[in-house]
């Protein structure tokens, strides 16, 4: 199982970015997937979660209203869509996968986790 994040790079303060992840390796339409975060000398958290059809989603309260999650099932992709970014935004960004029917914001539930992708807003 491969999961390849990409988009990442260096924003301004209120500007938008957009991330994928492609996955290989498994049945991504029976995966939920999420998208985790983090900054230097803190813990990786849960950023958004997207269910198999993409009906369901969770976010994080620091970014909900900002961000969107979205999937591709027949690209085996899902997205991130990051606007009005803000400097606390900044840190690596993974992808991850689980292989259950719910969204979890849980890390150590994901089964599968990509290479991350650096994220950095300035101010």
């Known amino acids: 199982v491969q999961l390849q994040a990409s988009g990442g790079g260096l924003v301004q303060a209120g500007g938008s970015q957009r991330l994928s992840c492609a996955a290989s390796?498994?049945?991504?339409?029976?995966?939920?997937m999420g998208w985790f975060r983090q900054a230097p000398g803190k813990e990786r958290e849960f950023v958004a979660g997207?269910?198999?059809?993409?009906?369901?989603?969770r976010y994080a309260d620091s970014v909900k209203g900002r961000f969107s999650i979205s999937r591709d099932n027949a690209k085996n992709t899902v997205y991130l869509q990051m606007n009005s970014l803000k400097p606390e935004d900044t840190g690596v960004y993974y992808c991850?996968?689980?292989?259950?029917?719910?969204?979890?914001?849980?890390?150590?539930?994901?089964?599968?986790w990509g290479q991350g992708t650096q994220v950095t807003v300035s101010s």
């Open positions: 997207i269910g198999w059809s993409g009906r369901s989603t």
């Open positions: 390796g498994l049945t991504f339409s029976t995966y939920t």
């Open positions: 991850a996968g689980h292989k259950t029917s719910w969204v979890t914001a849980t890390l150590r539930e994901y089964d599968y």
